[in-house]
């Protein structure tokens, strides 16, 4: 309700009619049918619009339906290797990348060291730099390799992919990582390969397990 004695007033088309009192306004607003709507509370004196409310609503709740509808939603789902992952098992875990890839989400590649394999942090950087290469048809880099604690990690982000309805959207902005400063923060994961396809399918964030010793 407006209590002030009097407001600027903006009519339905646009138009200032200039201050008058509030029972003007809100008289001049009922001959239209229409609603008197503080729009600028903290202005001296305070500016009203004359609007139908009830349509001015609908179509701010249609605008946001629709921009909400349109929403891709970006999920970064995590694919484990070894340093000395067997081919067979490179080719399996990288099939995983590339379709997270071409559905439009982000793969986080984890290399995982065990006992003094960490001391030989060029064979995880090597397997990094192979999923990267086949990978360069739909993915940019966005995060290089960063070691957090035992593991490498690289986040790989689509430069473009069709949705399950088979529109093609573009990834608005794919950010290239020039540094290894950027954090990433995420759950450790266990590996349990009888789990692996619920996972992918039901989790924000799907991880393909490690199926090496």
Do not use: W
């Not at 946001?64 to 999920?75: G, P, R, S, T």
């Not at 003094?116 to 048809?137: N, P, S, Y």
């Not at 954090?183 to 399918?201: G, I, L, N």
């Amino acid at each position: 309700m407006i209590r002030v004695k009097e407001v600027s007033v903006i009519d339905d088309d646009g138009e200032h009619l200039g201050t008058i009192p509030t029972e003007e306004a809100l008289s001049i607003a009922e001959d239209r049918g229409m609603d008197l709507v503080e729009v600028a509370a903290n202005s001296n004196p305070p500016v009203c619009r004359i609007m139908d409310y009830g349509k001015h609503k609908y179509k701010a709740s249609k605008k946001a339906h629709e921009a909400k509808k349109n929403q891709k939603i970006v999920h970064v789902k995590e694919v484990k290797f070894r340093p000395n992952t067997d081919q067979h098992d490179f080719d399996f875990k990288l099939k995983h990348v590339q379709r997270f890839l071409e559905n439009g989400d982000k793969a986080k590649v984890v290399i995982f060291f065990k006992g003094r394999e960490i001391v030989h942090r060029e064979f995880g950087q090597k397997v990094l730099e192979r999923v990267a290469e086949q990978t360069e048809d739909i993915a940019v880099i966005e995060q290089t390799a960063k070691q957090e604690g035992r593991t490498l990690v690289m986040i790989l982000a689509p430069k473009s992919f069709k949705s399950k309805k088979g529109s093609s959207t573009k990834n608005p902005k794919p950010a290239v990582a020039a540094d290894d400063k950027a954090e990433v923060k995420t759950e450790e994961k266990t590996d349990a390969p009888e789990t692996q396809k619920a996972s992918e399918e039901s989790s924000t964030e799907a991880v393909v397990p490690n199926n090496e010793s």
